[in-house]
């Protein structure tokens, strides 16, 4: 067993194929485009979590899908990747919970990567509530969540019956964690990326928030200016 901080943060993540990622958002503004956005998320994250694991103690890995080596080579020198195996997202998502157990981790946060305006610090206070609780989730604003906390030593599947990718997902889960006599800490509810509206949020929550998200706010800009410029040819041949 090779020796390890304890702790592991798991991005979830999606190789970025046009057609494949952001499909909701790709239907508005196209699937290149989604897609394009969505490579940026990961660039982001990647270097906002690499440059955090040291300063917080833990071991940034990343939970790739369709396979981890055509994944790796977007997220930076040294990326620590495994595979999403499983049927569906529930079961994928309980491997990589025995995957990281079996390397050695006591506790892992599992972290979206919809949600490229989560400062570092939301992965450190999940880590901080596991230190009081069983479970810790990260609410989002459509009724799934955006992180998911827990200790690697309860070996039951908190994943199981869970319908994923539909609104009662927290709330399933809240149910399955008191089932198994799990205690539960919510983090700060957020909003993931998944429609076009959700990109004026994005814009103002990356100039709020001052987050370093240079990538997704350079993608921004470039959908926005081709927006405008398509408008003005539009308007000039009417």
């Known amino acids: 067993m090779s020796m390890t901080s304890g702790d592991a ?6 190789y970025p194929t046009p057609g494949q990622v952001k499909t909701r958002l790709g239907a508005a503004i196209g699937f290149v485009a989604s897609a394009t956005l969505y490579r940026a998320f990961l660039a982001d994250l990647a270097e906002r979590f690499a440059a955090a694991q040291a300063a917080d103690d833990y071991d940034l890995w ?9 994944l ?13 195996r499983g049927e569906g997202l529930a079961e994928r998502l309980h491997n990589v919970c025995r995957s990281l157990r079996a390397r050695g981790y006591r506790r892992v946060v599992l972290l979206g990567s ?10 450190a206070q999940a880590f901080a509530a596991l230190c009081q609780r069983d479970v810790v989730l990260g609410p989002a604003e459509d009724g799934g969540y955006y992180l998911i906390g827990l200790h690697l030593a309860a070996r039951a ?3 199981r019956g869970i319908q994923m990718s539909t609104p009662q997902v927290l709330r399933e ?22 429609e076009v509206g959700d ?5 103002a929550a990356l100039t709020e928030d001052n987050c370093v998200a240079r990538h997704t706010a350079a993608a921004l800009r470039d959908y926005s200016e081709r927006q405008e410029s ?6 000039s041949v009417g």
């Open 72 to 84: 790796a080579p977007l997220l930076g020198p040294g990326a620590r990747c495994l595979d999403q």
């Open 62 to 70: 990343w939970a790739c899908t369709p396979r981890a080596a055509q």
């Open 9 to 14: 943060l798991a991005i979830v993540a999606k």
């Open 230 to 235: 398509a408008h003005g040819d539009l308007t």
């Open 157 to 159: 599947d908190l994943f």
């Open 199 to 203: 990109l004026a949020r994005l814009e």
């Open 114 to 123: 919809d949600s490229p305006q989560l400062p570092a610090r939301v992965v």
């Open 173 to 194: 889960t809240l149910t399955r964690a008191h089932a198994l006599g799990l205690t539960v800490a919510l983090l700060e509810p957020a909003f993931d990326v998944d």
